[in-house]
């Protein structure tokens, strides 16, 4: 079974462009999930999705970053215009409705942008 | 406002020697905490996941210990190899599912 895929695994953009970063999730997790670290820092949440509905987008850090989940399926998140301080590591991560084990949280790799 | 800091920031171990990493989270009201193992360049991968009505988790040389009331859970590594290098981050879940993270543990465990 795959994993949580992301792409592209590393991009570099110029300040100003835009970048648009695509996350797969693992076949039948409603929940998806977008995580950032940006250099030196602790990994901060984004927002969540249950399905096609985004549940929670209070750590988006302002309007230059959108999000969405077509169909419930796939994720993008589209920074643009990016600046300097965007750079980073953009994670995503799906997990299974419900209790237990639907708990765990599945990441992928990581898609590593760097803003010049 | 929930804080998790993780000690020591950096670890260098001999192979073969049990080891102990150490995280602490400022509020007692979690829903679980997860451990992870992050590879360089690499993603992040799910260790232990523990419930906040549980001690403690198992599998194989890991075991991950909470203890809600006092704001602490430690990953023991046992008998350790090579492999083990990677940085571990722990986690925490107020059920919200709005995970907040140490800055993560960076262990070298050499031959």
């Known amino acids: 079974e795959a994993g949580v895929t992301q792409f592209p695994s590393h991009s570099v953009i110029e300040k100003g462009q835009t970048v648009t970063l695509r996350c797969d999730p693992i076949?039948?997790?409603?929940?998806l999930y977008w995580y950032r670290r940006v250099m030196g820092k602790e990994i901060k949440f984004l927002l969540h999705?249950?399905?096609?509905?985004?549940?929670?987008e209070s750590g988006m850090p302002n309007n230059r970053f959108l999000a969405e989940r077509t169909g419930g399926t796939y994720s993008t998140l589209k920074v643009q215009p990016a600046e300097l301080e965007d750079s980073g590591v953009y994670f995503c991560?799906?997990?299974?409705?419900?209790?237990?084990?639907?708990?765990?949280?599945?990441f992928g790799e990581g898609s590593w942008l760097t803003v010049v | 406002k929930q804080e998790v800091t993780q000690i020591p920031a950096a670890l260098s171990v001999p192979e073969g020697e049990n080891l102990v990493l150490n995280c602490s989270f400022t509020?007692?009201?979690?829903?679980?905490l997860q451990w992870f193992r992050q590879d360089p360049g690499k993603g992040l991968t799910s260790l232990l996941l523990?419930?906040?009505s549980q001690r403690e988790q198992t599998s194989g040389r890991l075991n991950a210990s909470l203890d809600k009331s006092s704001g602490r859970s430690t990953l023991y590594i046992a008998a350790s190899q090579p492999g083990d290098s990677a940085t571990y981050l722990c986690?925490?879940?107020?059920?919200?599912?709005?995970?907040?993270w140490g800055l993560g543990t960076s262990l070298a465990v050499n031959p």
């Open positions: 991560a799906s997990s299974q409705l419900g209790q237990g084990s639907g708990n765990t949280i599945y």
């Open positions: 076949s039948g997790h409603d929940n």
């Open positions: 999705f249950v399905k096609e509905s985004k549940q929670d």
């Open positions: 509020d007692s009201a979690i829903y679980n």
């Open positions: 523990i419930q906040s």
């Open positions: 986690a925490v879940d107020r059920n919200n599912r709005k995970l907040i």
